[in-house]
Structure formats: structure tokens, C-alpha cells
């Protein structure tokens, strides 16, 4: 990498983290800690909510996502302008009248210790193993690309999340994120921006978006209720509704940037701005994605996207195989091109049978390249059975290293970590948060004074920050980064809306009767994943959300109609 880049990349790196230490020295009180002062304004808490959930892995895996399957992911946003609008209107009321410092607070007013306590290690299980993933998500590819130790690339990550979210608590996480937001959305921009200019001189950007209409990659909306697609309208808008609801509602690394908010309007506000403008940054993320697809439509891309696996096979006997697929894949790359020119001058003269002839033609020769990279992870897989050969993460990350110039690839990078730090150090704030307000204050130390409990918070995230860092070191690659987060978050968020939504709607329900539906809602739902795993049953994973809750409330309702007490 080019010394500019090295420079644009630390330099970034290095002012977020001081930025962040140096507004947050005054943080002396558990509360500012934990809850910032509840003085920040609507588009601080906007941002900071929008960067908690955009991790390096929306920055890795979407785009590689839609470069595979189209737009269709976007569909699994529909439902969060609905969830925000349920949350501002009846659920942030509710937080902002208790004056809690987590969600898992209300619950024991309402019901009981146990159901907080439960709810809160629910969390606490599957948070954790999130902060994980989004350590890991960017340092292997991160490692493989700039060719570093998987190691110290997680360490590089860990260690300067857990400085500046130790130093300064919430606050510093809330004002780093603004700074994060404004490097990433930028860095996504001047992506699009290059790769809409780095089409060749006779393609045209409505002629690049005619092509990837034609060849099925602008699938935004699919109506057809089917249980077992993972991404369509009913999924999005029912199961994804559920998902953020939880998410958004329950989620104590969410909560905790809307419970800083300076008021109540200040943070509907904040949630309300998070609805309105993810949905379209979901939308360039992967528009991003479809114009990388493009691009290497008209320049020659690799045969596998991992650099390192094709290194890997080159050294062994099964290299002279490898390296026929890719005399095949140049070949069939020169007949695609050809027939995509074809579709381009077709489209231009909107001559519909030629159209129709072209478009079966490059359909053709895409499948016929889609068999062929799988051939090659196959032969990967074969010569290196530890190798990691789902490529489609590293696919945005290639063009940025390969094709931006000079300056712009360490902007990139900085993004890439930018996003990785602002999703961990919430994750960190809120696991020490959840931890020493429901759990150690609340049950195991209890007679402490503001210091000690500012201390422990302090070491809390200590704590959390190294087990994520080991679960990174150790974690495997999943099919899709992007899906690896939101099926660990369906196994679990489910089952705590559940409780939320009982305790919101149901009056009448009482602590014993929820406690026991959410421990067997929570129970159905890891059924159903491992059913569903070993091809026992399809159902997409968004629907889980869904189910838990569902169960949750149900079961709830059985049981207290038989206790009635």
C-alpha cells in the first residue's frame, strides 16, 4: 500500500480515537459514563444509532451480497421506518418516565428480578457473541488483503476500541461515532462516484443500470410469500419489524445511545431521523455493491476474489488445474463482454428481439461463470481443506485495494475500520453497562459507592473487550458476514421482545407465567434453527424474530389464564 494511503489511514484512525478521549476526559460519575450526561442532540443520537448497527460487516458484506444476488437484501430494511415510529410513539415514553439506565430495568418493576436478570443474560449471550463477529468480520479480511496476521489485526481493532470506550464511557462512543458516520458515508460516496466513472468510454451510467436490470441484479421487491426465501417483502415487513423492535427496543446497545439523548423529542427525533435515512444508505451500500458487479462486467475480474486461497493453491500439485479454469474463466469473460456490448447497443436502440436474444445470451455465460467459480472453491477446498473459500465478503475490498487511486484506498480502509470500532465500542458500553447495572450492582455487590461501580464499569469493559477479542481470534467464516450477525441476533431477539411486549400490552400477565414462556419460546426457536440447519425444516431466519415472540406472548397469556395469580 502507497505511504499516502498509510498516512490518510492512521491519520484517520488516530484522530477519531484522541477526538473521542479528549471530549470525554471530564467523564468522572457512573452515570455520565454510562449515559453520557443525557445532553446529546438529535443528530448526535441519529448518527450514533445508525453507526452502532452499520458495522464493517454492512461495508464488506453488502456490497459482495448484492455483486451475488441483486438488491433483494434491501427488502430486509422495509420494516424499520414502522419499527422506529412504534418505538418513538410507545416505547421511549416509558424509558424516558423511569429514568432507567438500561432497558432490562423496567422489567423488574414490572415483573420481577429473575425475568430482568434473565432478559438481561439473554442479551448479554448473544451481544457478546456479536462483539465478536465484528472484530472478526473485518480483521480476517482485512489481514488477508494487507497480508497481516489475522492476530494482530484483531489486536490493532480490539485495543483501540477498548482504549477510548474505557476512557470515556457512552459519551465517547456517541461523539466518535458522529466522526465515524461522516468518514463512512463519504468514503461509500466517493466509491460510487469512481466506479460510475471508471466504466469504459461507451458505457454510459444508464447503460451500466440497463445491463444489470436485464441481468436480474435490480430484484428489489419480491411480493411472493415464501417461508423458506430469506429476503422479500412479507419477510422484511413481518419478520424484520419484529427484528428491529427488538433491536432498536430492547437492545441495550441501542437503548444506551437513545437514553443519552439531551430529551424525550430530542431522542424520537433521533430514532425517527435512524428510520427515514438507513433505508437509503442500504440502498447506496448496495447499489455500491451492483456497480462493483458492473465494473468487472468490462474489466477482467479474478477467478476467486481471496487472493490468499489462490496463493495457497499455486503451491501445490493442484496448480496446474487451477490455473486451466482460469485460462477457461479469461475466455469466457471476452465472450461475455462481447455479448453484453451487444445488450448495450440493443438497449440503446431499444430493438426488443435483439434484446431478448442478448440478455439469454449473457444469462447464459453468467451461469457458466457462476459454475466455474464454483468449480474453483471446490478445487480450493480440495487441494487446502482449512482454506475459507465464500469469497463473495472479499469482493468490494479487492476493487478498493486494487482499482481506487492513491489516497482514496486508505480513506476506504479507514472506513472498513471506522465501522468496525464505532459497532464494537457500542457493543462494549452496553455489555459493561447491562452487566454492572443488572447483574452486579443489582445482585452481587450492592452497597458500593459511585466510584467502586465506575471502576467496575470500567473493568466490565475490559472484560467484554477481551472476550470478544478471543472469540475473534477463534471464530469461523460464515456463508455471509451481514447474515452471520442478524441469524445470531434472530436466535435471541425474539424471545426478548417477547417479555417487552407483555410487559408493554398485557397487564394482566404477571413475572411467573412470562418467565417460563420466554424460557420455552427461547427453547423453540433454537429448535427450529438447528431443524432448519441440518435441512430438517426452511425457514428464513428473520421469520425466528417473529416466531420467539409470538410464542412468547402466547404462551405468557396460556399460563397466566392457569396460575391466575
Not at 185 to 191: E, P, R, T
Not at 516 to 543: Q, R, S
Request: charged share 15%.
Amino acid at each position: 500500500m502507497n505511504p499516502l494511503d498509510w498516512i490518510v489511514l492512521v491519520g484517520t484512525l488516530a484522530f477519531i480515537v484522541l477526538y473521542g478521549v479528549w471530549k470525554t476526559r471530564k467523564v468522572n460519575t457512573v452515570e455520565s459514563y454510562l449515559l453520557g450526561d443525557r445532553d446529546l442532540k438529535w443528530w448526535t443520537i441519529g448518527l450514533s444509532i445508525m453507526a452502532t448497527q452499520a458495522s464493517a460487516i454492512t461495508f464488506l458484506s453488502t456490497p459482495g451480497q448484492a455483486f451475488e444476488d441483486g438488491m433483494r437484501f434491501a427488502q430486509f430494511y422495509f420494516g424499520l421506518p414502522v419499527a422506529m415510529v412504534i418505538l418513538a410513539v410507545f416505547v421511549l415514553p416509558i424509558y424516558y418516565r423511569l429514568k432507567v439506565y438500561t432497558a432490562y430495568e423496567y422489567l423488574e418493576g414490572r415483573f420481577d428480578r429473575k425475568t430482568r436478570t434473565l432478559t438481561a443474560i439473554l442479551f448479554l449471550i448473544q451481544r457478546g457473541l456479536a462483539a465478536g463477529l465484528t472484530i472478526y468480520a473485518p480483521a480476517i479480511i482485512l489481514s488477508t488483503i494487507l497480508e497481516w496476521e489475522l492476530l494482530w489485526t484483531v489486536l490493532i481493532i480490539g485495543v483501540l476500541v477498548i482504549f477510548y470506550t474505557v476512557a470515556g464511557g457512552t459519551k465517547a462512543v456517541s461523539v466518535t461515532q458522529k466522526q465515524q458516520m461522516i468518514v463512512i458515508l463519504s468514503g461509500m460516496v466517493i466509491a460510487a462516484i469512481i466506479l460510475m466513472n471508471k466504466m469504459p468510454a461507451n458505457v454510459s451510467f444508464n447503460d451500466a443500470v440497463g445491463v444489470a436490470g436485464k441481468m436480474g441484479k435490480l430484484n428489489v421487491v419480491d411480493f411472493e410469500f415464501d417461508l423458506s426465501n430469506r429476503y422479500n417483502f412479507w419477510s422484511g415487513m413481518l419478520g424484520g419489524v419484529f427484528l428491529f423492535l427488538s433491536y432498536f427496543g430492547t437492545d441495550q446497545s441501542q437503548v444506551q445511545r437513545y437514553l443519552s439523548g439531551k430529551s424525550l423529542t430530542e431522542s424520537r427525533l433521533g430514532l425517527l431521523f435512524n428510520g427515514i435515512f438507513k433505508v437509503p444508505m442500504q440502498f447506496l451500500i448496495l447499489f455500491v455493491g451492483i456497480m462493483v458487479f458492473m465494473f468487472f462486467q468490462f474489466t477482467k475480474p479474478p477467478l476467486h476474489f481471496n487472493n490468499a486461497n489462490v496463493q495457497k493453491i499455486y503451491e501445490t500439485s493442484a496448480a496446474n488445474e487451477y490455473k486451466a479454469l482460469e485460462t477457461k474463466h479469461d475466455a469466457l469473460f471476452e465472450e461475455k463482454q462481447e455479448a453484453i456490448n451487444t445488450l448495450i447497443t440493443a438497449l440503446q436502440k431499444e430493438d426488443e428481439a435483439i434484446i431478448a436474444t442478448a440478455q439469454s445470451k449473457v444469462k447464459t455465460l453468467n451461469e457458466e461463470n457462476k459454475a466455474l467459480r464454483k468449480e474453483a472453491k471446490e478445487l480450493i477446498l480440495k487441494a487446502a481443506p482449512s482454506a475459507k473459500v465464500k469469497d463473495a465478503d472479499y469482493v468490494f475490498i479487492n476493487f478498493v485495494v486494487n482499482y481506487l487511486p492513491v489516497g482514496l484506498v486508505g480513506l476506504l480502509l479507514a472506513v472498513i475500520f471506522s465501522a468496525a470500532m464505532s459497532s464494537t465500542a457500542s457493543e462494549l458500553n452496553a455489555l459493561a453497562t447491562t452487566t454492572v447495572v443488572d447483574i452486579y450492582r443489582r445482585s452481587l455487590v450492592t452497597d458500593k459507592d459511585d466510584r467502586h461501580y465506575l471502576n467496575a464499569s470500567k473493568g466490565f469493559t475490559v472484560m467484554w473487550g477481551l472476550i470478544a477479542l478471543v472469540f475473534a481470534s477463534t471464530a469461523d467464516l460464515f456463508e455471509n458476514l451481514i447474515q452471520a450477525v442478524n441469524i445470531v441476533g434472530s436466535l435471541f431477539y425474539g424471545a426478548i421482545l417477547g417479555i417487552f411486549a407483555v410487559a408493554f400490552f398485557f397487564k394482566n400477565v404477571k413475572s411467573k407465567a412470562v418467565f417460563i414462556a420466554a424460557l420455552i419460546g427461547e427453547l423453540i426457536v433454537l429448535i427450529i434453527f438447528a431443524l432448519n440447519m441440518y435441512g430438517y425444516i426452511e425457514i428464513a431466519y428473520l421469520w425466528l424474530n417473529m416466531i420467539g415472540c409470538v410464542i412468547v406472548i402466547v404462551v405468557s397469556l396460556l399460563l397466566q389464564s392457569i396460575f391466575r395469580d
